[in-house]
């Protein structure tokens, strides 16, 4: 498989990491785009403020090609049915990552360039994850352990435990 990481969050850096932890975990090839207004008024909840995240993969999915996953990245804010925000999303063979609430800014800290490359590398290597049938895992140190909170992200790893892996072998 190929990964296509569509991005309109134009911070090459933290887009790299990603693109290198998928390789790393994966063992895809994983291609870079920038799409300037990836994700449209269209999806904007003007009551909440926030993106639908389900709109979002289901129309992107339209656009996928064979063979390949598609990694949405985008900065704007998600939000899934029954939830008050999600960190990302996956369906078929479509994933999005929000950044949004990735800054340390967000929570009132100060900039920290390397924590938010991290978290977002966690966030998309667990999307991607489910893009490759793994579900929530139980281990919270494992990258596929859900994130409630922005907590959950910090203290997992960046990589599927060792069930995980087992799985993804499998699969
Ligand atoms: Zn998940
Ligand atoms: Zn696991």
Redesign the pocket.
């Known amino acids: 498989m190929r990964i296509k990481l569509i991005s309109e969050f134009a911070d090459e850096e933290v887009l790299r990491e990603i693109a290198e932890a998928l390789r790393r975990v994966y063992g895809e090839v994983v291609e870079i785009e920038f799409a300037e207004n990836l994700i449209g008024k269209g999806f904007l909840d003007r009551d909440r403020g926030q993106y639908d995240a389900w709109k979002i993969v289901q129309y992107y999915r339209e656009m996928l090609g064979e063979d390949e996953y598609i990694l949405l990245v985008t900065d704007k804010d998600l939000y899934a049915a029954g939830l008050n925000f999600v960190f990302g999303l996956a369906w078929r063979g479509v994933a999005i990552i929000s950044v949004h609430r990735l800054f340390p800014e967000f929570y009132g800290q100060p900039p920290d360039h390397s924590l938010l490359k991290e978290r977002a590398v966690k966030e998309a290597v667990h999307e991607v994850g489910h893009l490759h049938g793994?579900t929530h895992?139980?281990?919270r140190r494992?990258?596929?352990?859900f994130s409630n909170s922005i907590i959950d992200t910090d203290y997992k790893m960046s990589r599927?435990?060792?069930?995980?892996?087992a799985?993804l072998r499998l699969i």
């Open positions: 793994l895992c139980d281990d494992c990258v596929m352990a599927p435990c060792r069930r995980c892996l799985k």
